[in-house]
Structure formats: structure tokens, C-alpha cells
């Protein structure tokens, strides 16, 4: 079986700064691409950041300049270092990682539990 654990969620005031991580565990062969995705109530999940196996990145229009992405391949781990938040990024952050869990397997996508950021002066 495959793991998400994410960590680093919180309350923040805007203009703040934090950094969610991700950490994979369990039986991996391949991880491919992984991201963060984010909530807000009433509204739909949404890609936040992406970054491929290359280290190719992508981000959603809003935090550009803002987020960033980055992985460590060693430890199965993605991280997202947010600044300048503004309460408008107040929502449930997903990880997410497309994962081979052997050579001769199919990927799938895995999913975090969710952590809550609460950016609110």
C-alpha cells in the first residue's frame, strides 16, 4: 500500500509565509509526476503546482511568483513553499503523486488527507 502524509498546514496572517510537505511511503517503484491541489468551500479542487519526475513545474495562474514546488527523489517527498499569502489561498491543500508501485503495474493517483491553510488577519 501507498501513504500521502502532508504537514505544515496552519492559521497565518497575510503577507505570511508556509511550507507544506508530503512524504510517499509504502511499496514505490516510480514516482512520476506530483502536486498540490487545494479546496475552498463551495468550490472545486484545484491544481495549485505540479512538478514532473524532470522537475518541470507548473502553476496555477494566482500563485505564480508566489509558490513554489520542489521535490526530494530520495526521500519520496514533495514540498510547497508559499509566500505572500492572502486569504483568498485559505482552503484544504492536497498532495497528490503518480506512483508505479511496480515494473510491471499500471500508475495511479494517490492522494494526501488534506491540511488545512487559513490565511486571516
Known amino acids: 500500500q501507498v501513504q500521502l502524509v502532508e504537514s505544515g498546514g496552519g492559521s497565518v496572517q497575510p503577507d505570511g509565509s508556509l511550507r507544506l510537505s508530503c512524504a510517499a511511503s509504502g511499496s514505490i517503484f516510480r514516482i512520476n509526476a506530483m502536486g498540490w491541489y487545494r479546496q475552498a468551500p463551495g468550490k472545486e479542487r484545484e491544481l495549485v503546482a505540479l512538478i514532473t519526475s524532470g522537475n518541470s513545474t507548473n502553476y496555477e495562474d494566482s500563485v505564480k511568483g508566489r509558490f513554489t514546488i520542489s521535490r526530494d527523489n530520495a526521500k519520496n517527498t514533495v514540498f510547497l513553499q508559499m509566500n505572500s499569502l492572502r486569504p483568498a489561498d485559505t482552503a484544504v491543500y492536497y498532495c497528490?503523486?503518480?506512483?508505479?508501485?511496480?515494473?510491471?503495474?499500471?500508475?495511479?493517483?494517490?492522494w494526501g488527507q488534506g491540511t488545512q491553510v487559513t490565511v486571516s488577519s
Open positions: 497528490n503523486a503518480n506512483i508505479k508501485i511496480s515494473a510491471w503495474s499500471y500508475t495511479h493517483d494517490y
